[in-house]
């Protein structure tokens, strides 16, 4: 099976700021790689597919990269309504990532 | 607008069984392979079951493989999950899923339902 390290598990910014998540792959997932928002008390919503493609009506502000092994989430100018859980997901065996809680400063 | 709403949770005891249903609008649901992901209460997210479009292909990760069942009926457009011998680990939110294929068993999610919980405990 193919772990799905993440991190940080949280994190605190400040509204306007930059932040990234990571995701590691324990061996090459070949950009198969889908990121997810979780707002409290909601179901997942899809972000970002194959590492770097934004899923239609998400704001241009999230953004994904990576390839190989190493796989990031960046969300520029931070807005409060980004406040949320995120996790990653890969293709191959279907497994997530532990998540990352997301708290404004 | 695609809509997945899931229905069917409730508490039930150890070993004994339960059915969720997911009822899909907004699409044509015959045309997508479907999923059930859960959440463990505070915890993160667990792939439990996939159908593929005519229902022939089903795949289960082990921790569930041989006690859940994942069906489909696409005149309905209803998606179903019979879980039995029910475990207290299986404690969760179980969301209903639409699939979306790169290529035949690589996939990710691109709806969810809005969940619906189920408790495992005597």
């Known amino acids: 099976d193919i772990q799905m390290t993440q991190s940080p598990a949280s994190l605190s910014a400040s509204l306007g700021e930059t932040v990234t998540i990571e995701c590691r792959a324990s061996e090459d997932i070949y950009n198969g790689l889908a990121w997810y928002q979780q707002k409290p008390g909601k179901s997942p919503q899809l972000l970002i597919y194959n590492a770097n493609s934004l899923h239609t009506g998400v704001p241009s502000r999230f953004s994904g990269s990576g390839s190989g092994t190493q796989y990031s989430l960046k969300i520029n100018s931070l807005q409060s309504e980004d406040v949320a859980s995120y996790f990653c997901?890969?293709?191959?065996?279907?497994?997530f990532g532990a998540g990352t809680k997301l708290e404004l400063k | 607008e695609v809509q997945l709403v899931e229905s069917g949770g409730g508490l039930v005891q150890p070993g004994r069984s339960l059915k969720l249903s997911c009822a899909a609008s907004?699409?044509?649901?015959?045309?997508?392979?479907m999923a059930w992901v859960r959440q463990a209460p505070k915890k993160g997210l667990e792939w439990v079951a996939t159908i593929s479009t005519s229902g022939s292909r089903t795949y289960y990760p082990d921790s569930v493989k041989g006690r859940f069942t994942i069906s489909r009926d696409n005149a309905k457009s209803s998606l179903y999950l019979q879980m039995n011998s029910l475990k207290s680990e299986d404690t969760a939110t179980y969301y209903c899923?639409?699939?979306?294929?790169?290529?035949?068993?690589?996939?990710?999610?691109?709806?969810w339902g809005p969940g619906t919980m189920v408790t495992v405990s005597s």
């Open positions: 997901q890969q293709y191959y065996d279907y497994t």
């Open positions: 907004g699409f044509t649901f015959s045309n997508y392979y």
């Open positions: 899923a639409r699939v979306l294929r790169i290529i035949p068993t690589y996939w990710y999610f691109d709806f």
